[in-house]
Every structure is written in C-alpha cells, then in structure tokens.
C-alpha cells in the first residue's frame, strides 16, 4: 500500500533557529508533494505545491525565503523553517499524490514548538 | 483565494444518531472533492471522494455534492465512538491544489 514517513515526529527550536522536515514515499510515486500546516487553531494552511518538472508554487504568506522545499525525486521531499518564531509552531504535513492526482497521502506530521 | 467553509465546527452526538456534516467552496470549476477523517494525533486518511454532482454511499457514509450550490457534505448513519475524530473537506482544484477546510471535530457519545 502507498505511505509517507514523516521524520521527526516532533520537534523543539529556539525563536531565531531553523529546523528541517522530510517526508519518504514508500509504495508510489509521489508526482506531487503538498505541505501544510495545521495551527493550534487547527486552520489547515496550504504552504506549498510541489511537482517535478515543475517550479514549486507558494501560497500567499508563504515563501521560499522562509520555507525552502526540496523535492529531488519522485520518493522524498524536505522543508526547512528558516528563523522560527511563536507565530510557526503548528502541525506540518506533507501529502503526497501520484501521477494518477487522486488521493492525498500524508505523513504523520512534524510538530513544531518554538520555544 | 479560494476558500473551503465548513460547518458545525464542532459536533456532539449520541452513539447511533445521524450525524451530517456541511462544507462550501467557492470554485464550481473544481472537479473533485473529498472527505478526510483526522483521529487525535494520526495523520488524515482520505475517506470518500466524488468527481460529479450526486450521491455516492459506502457503508454508513454518505456524500452528496451538488456544485450549483457549491455544496457538499458528509452523512454519518447509525454513528459510532470510534467515528469520534476531525473531518477536514477537500477540494481539488484545476490548479491541481488541495485546499481543506478548518475541520469539524465529531465527538460520538456511548
């Protein structure tokens, strides 16, 4: 069956540092990987799109600056939280789909606190 | 900006009661929508999913989209505790995005 790793499951930062989350595809090929954040208010945000081929596209409020994504192979994708403060704690997920565009598979969540 | 509304936010039933849970978009161009069930600290798995208006029954579970309203819900039959989770709404956009709304947070009551 397809699934996503997500790693670390939770993680702890100093305002002012950064932290990185990767997500693994086992079982599909991941055409395209999604990242969201889920807030302690527990809006589910959009951050960005990636594809391979294709530029990733960030969401108004998120940017490459601040939210740098990888995306080398159809297998893994990482995002790193450049200078964390109080206002990106939350719940990161990453879903991944195949070419197919049908469901959304997610990791279980990075959990950022930033203390 | 596209936006996924739903409503109740929160929703307390008693076991074996009809539970309905209510999502608006604002793109009737999108072509595919999706119910996703999140249970406390686990990932949301994708529960149902519909490409035309209609109606599509699995089990208790029933969808029912109807893009002239730019509408689409969920319909729990015969709910159970261990349907006590978040339910997020999903539209597919052409622009091949996934937007989910805040969620419904379902508590069934033994």
């Known amino acids: 069956g397809a699934l996503v790793y997500q790693y670390p499951r939770r993680t702890i930062c100093k305002s002012g540092t950064s932290m990185r989350m990767e997500c693994q595809a086992v079982g599909f090929q991941a055409t395209s990987v999604a990242w969201y954040r889920q807030s302690p208010q527990k809006t589910f945000e959009l951050i960005a799109l990636s594809t391979v081929n294709s530029a990733i596209k960030y969401e108004q409020n998120f940017t490459q600056e601040k939210f740098p994504i990888s995306h080398p192979n159809l297998s893994f994708s990482s995002m790193t939280v450049l200078n964390a403060y109080l206002e990106d704690r939350g719940l990161y997920l990453c879903?991944?789909?195949?070419?197919?565009?049908?469901?959304?598979?997610f990791g279980a969540g990075t959990r950022l606190s930033v203390l | 900006q596209q936006k996924v509304q739903q409503s109740p936010e929160s929703l307390i039933v008693p076991e074996g009661a009809m539970t309905s849970l209510n999502c608006t978009f604002s793109?009737?161009?999108?072509?595919?929508f999706a119910w996703y069930r999140q249970h406390s600290g686990k990932a949301p798995k994708a529960l149902m999913s519909i490409f035309s208006n209609g109606e599509k029954e699995e089990g208790r579970f029933t969808i029912h989209l109807n893009k002239a309203s730019l509408h689409f819900s969920l319909h729990i039959r015969d709910s159970q505790p261990s349907d006590s989770a978040l339910y997020l709404c999903a539209e597919y956009t052409n622009a091949y995005k996934v937007i989910f709304g805040k969620g419904t947070h379902l508590h069934v009551l033994p």
């Open positions: 879903g991944a789909r195949d070419r197919t565009g049908g469901t959304l598979y």
């Open positions: 793109d009737s161009a999108s072509q595919y």
